[in-house]
Structures are given as structure tokens and as C-alpha cells.
């Protein structure tokens, strides 16, 4: 009997969960930044919407994907725009809000 082909089996068995649970914790990684960019980039449309007299609403929704609109709010205060948007989830029960801010004042 040779135990080797055994003993493999087990490893196997035992590294794949780990494997898929750093998969998972790199996927939601990439996700967090993806969404700091996306939240940068919807808080400068905003913004720009704001000094053209444009709803910002619209216009921050507008600038993200799809899936981080679901989460989304935008603060307009006297001369910055605020966004707050909500990473989309890989791993269950995580959950993370990103706020990003744009100055919108006229130079």
C-alpha cells in the first residue's frame, strides 16, 4: 500500500479551502481599490456638475459602474462634494464605505 498517494490526497484536500479563501481576500481587495478609484473619480463629475449648475446626483452615479450605485450618497456643502460609495462584496458579511471628497469651488 502506498501511503504517499494517501497523504497527498489529504494535503490536497485541506489546501484547496485555503486557497480559495486567499483568492477571495485578493478579489475583494482589488474590489476596495477599484471602488476608492471609482469613488474619486464620481466625486470630481460631481463636483464639475455642481460648478455648471447640474444636478450631482445624476452626475456622480453617472461616473460609476453599475454595481457601485446601488449604495451611493452624495453631500453638496459650500465648496466640496462629497461621495460615499459602497464595495461591492465577494465575501459574505464584508462590508466597507468609501468616501471620497472634490473641492468645487470656481478659480
Same mark, same amino acid.
Given at each position: 500500500m502506498d501511503r504517499s498517494r494517501g497523504q497527498a490526497s489529504i494535503e490536497t484536500a485541506l489546501l484547496?479551502? $485555503?486557497l480559495l479563501a486567499l483568492t477571495l481576500a485578493c478579489? %475583494?481587495?482589488l474590489l476596495v481599490g477599484w471602488t476608492a478609484i471609482a469613488a474619486e473619480h464620481a466625486a470630481r463629475a460631481a463636483a464639475h456638475a455642481r460648478l =455648471?449648475? $447640474?444636478p450631482v %446626483?445624476? $452626475?456622480a452615479a453617472g461616473a460609476l459602474p453599475g454595481a457601485m450605485r446601488g449604495g451611493l450618497r452624495v453631500?453638496?456643502?459650500d465648496g466640496a462634494v462629497?461621495? /460615499?460609495v459602497s464595495v461591492? /462584496? =465577494?465575501i459574505p458579511g464584508f462590508s466597507l464605505l468609501l468616501t471620497a471628497d472634490a473641492? $468645487? =469651488?470656481e478659480q
Amino acid at each position: 500500500m502506498d501511503r504517499s498517494r494517501g497523504q497527498a490526497s489529504i494535503e490536497t484536500a485541506l489546501l484547496l479551502p $485555503a486557497l480559495l479563501a486567499l483568492t477571495l481576500a485578493c478579489w %475583494q481587495a482589488l474590489l476596495v481599490g477599484w471602488t476608492a478609484i471609482a469613488a474619486e473619480h464620481a466625486a470630481r463629475a460631481a463636483a464639475h456638475a455642481r460648478l =455648471v449648475g $447640474a444636478p450631482v %446626483q445624476p $452626475a456622480a452615479a453617472g461616473a460609476l459602474p453599475g454595481a457601485m450605485r446601488g449604495g451611493l450618497r452624495v453631500i453638496a456643502s459650500d465648496g466640496a462634494v462629497s461621495v /460615499r460609495v459602497s464595495v461591492p /462584496r =465577494v465575501i459574505p458579511g464584508f462590508s466597507l464605505l468609501l468616501t471620497a471628497d472634490a473641492a $468645487a =469651488v470656481e478659480q
